[in-house]
């Protein structure tokens, strides 16, 4: 185990504890002002498992809206509808053992739904985070997200600059490979915006300097970068190449095999696999928000204008004629 | 058992304690801001879950979190618009207990 697989588990353990703990306290509480500070404990150490988990800006949001928001709104509530000597016997709850017995049921239910019980081992997660095969010929190819583990689907996005390759190369082939090269090449024509219409081209220079400009960056698309990697074939059937420091693009890969007597031509299922490489999901959330979740993300304003309006004709005062 | 090596069935397992905690608050209380609580630990629970999804497993992409910014909205909305109705509870009845709010019976 490396380090870094180390610091993930602590961490994960860490703010698990830390959320389920919380999460007890909300429910077992006799003062409802520890349940609304344990429910802190629970919503920051959640938006922690956002971190771990890659999302960065879910981790913001939950920060911000849950904990700057709603647990201010819920907090204010309190003070207004308790008497501070009250606080010990507010929070009451109905003895119920009835209903503990009812969820602790319902979690026996999930976690037996959730895992594998009465025989451990694969289960059906595990086909749906594994990569898929690409092959040709005699080869397979797969790729994974940067832990090695998880899948990348083809034309996927990964939220990190690194990709692991996997190629299975058959045991009659690997007669005297010295390496595996995999050459990733982004794809100008899947990059979300050519540089073009990124740099505008600014009024107050002569049209000299624009045509300049703009065949500058013409050159730039024009030639895609490509990036090589090389690793050492390994003693199982499949070899794995981490791809690493991609820049934020699409990318499109091929493989070479090189051994002692010459090297292969560039081999690849059809269709060349590719991936695309964003930084952070920040990006991708705002224009999935501006494209596919357009009609959504509207009616959602139009529920918080009438929340809004709702809440306020709600809360005013009474006036009597 | 390592997270890094299961990472899915650990969020599972945390998401559906967290979701039973909420489900039992939402239960046991009479105080209506109790049982506001109990529904954002549920909604938190969903949240994990539709994160989860969408990084350990093969086709995830944005789609899940994006649903996540979606559930955030609306447990704003929902928190905004269930607090001004406890104040005017409170106003009423003096309690915020939801055995007591129960006029709309007679």
Redesign the interface.
């Known amino acids: 185990m490396t380090s870094s697989e180390m610091v993930v588990n602590l961490l994960f353990y860490v703010f698990a504890v830390a959320a389920v703990a919380g999460a007890l306290g909300v429910a077992a509480s006799r003062n409802i002002v520890r349940s609304a500070f344990a429910l802190l404990a629970v919503l920051f150490s959640a938006a922690a498992l956002y971190a771990l988990m890659k999302a960065d800006f879910i981790a913001a949001a939950q920060v911000l809206i849950y904990v700057g928001g709603i647990l201010v709104l819920i907090i204010f509530a309190v003070m207004l509808t308790h008497r501070i000597t009250d606080v010990n016997v507010s929070n009451e709850s109905t003895p119920g053992p009835a209903a503990f017995c009812a969820v602790l049921c319902l979690l026996f239910a999930l976690v037996v739904i959730i895992l594998p019980l009465p025989q451990p081992g694969p289960n059906k997660w595990d086909a749906g985070r594994a990569p898929e095969t690409m092959r040709e010929g005699p080869y397979a190819f797969v790729q994974y997200q940067a832990d090695g583990k998880t899948g990348l689907a083809n034309g996927g996005s990964t939220f990190e600059n690194e990709v692991v390759v996997g190629v299975t190369i058959p045991e009659d082939r690997r007669a005297g490979l010295l390496r595996i090269v995999v050459r990733a090449v982004e794809n100008p024509g899947k990059v979300k915006e050519s540089l073009e219409t990124k740099k505008a081209p600014d009024a107050t220079l002569s049209p000299e300097k624009v045509r300049l400009a703009q065949e500058e960056a013409r050159k730039t698309v024009a030639e895609p970068k490509s990036l090589e990697f090389a690793a050492t074939p390994e003693k199982t059937e499949t070899t794995h190449v981490r791809l690493k420091g991609l820049r934020e693009a699409a990318y499109d890969w091929k493989v070479k095999l090189v051994g002692a007597e010459g090297e292969s031509p560039w081999i690849g299922p059809k269709g060349d696999p590719n991936f695309v490489v964003h930084k952070g999901v920040t990006e991708p959330i705002a224009l999935a928000l501006a494209d596919p979740y357009l009609l959504a993300f509207e009616a959602v304003s139009m529920l918080l204008l009438a929340a809004l309006v709702g809440a306020a004709f709600l809360a005013r005062k009474e006036v009597k004629e | 058992m ?13 998401s ?10 939402i ?5 209506a ?2 049982i ?3 529904v ?2 549920v909604l ?1 629970a969903a ?2 879950n539709f ?2 999804f ?10 899940g ?2 649903f ?3 559930v ?10 269930a ?6 509870i ?1 106003q009423n009845f003096g309690r ?1 207990d939801v055995d007591q709010a129960d006029q709309m019976k007679d």
């Open positions: 390592k997270f890094t090596d299961h990472p899915l069935e650990h969020m599972l397992v945390l559906a304690i967290l979701f039973c905690a909420g489900v039992y608050t239960l046991t209380r009479k105080n801001v109790s506001l609580m109990g954002e630990l938190n949240n994990i994160v989860a969408s990084q350990y497993t093969r086709i995830g992409g944005i789609h979190n994006v996540v910014i979606f955030l909205l609306l447990a704003a909305a929902e928190a905004a618009v607090l001004a109705i406890i104040i005017g409170y915020v």
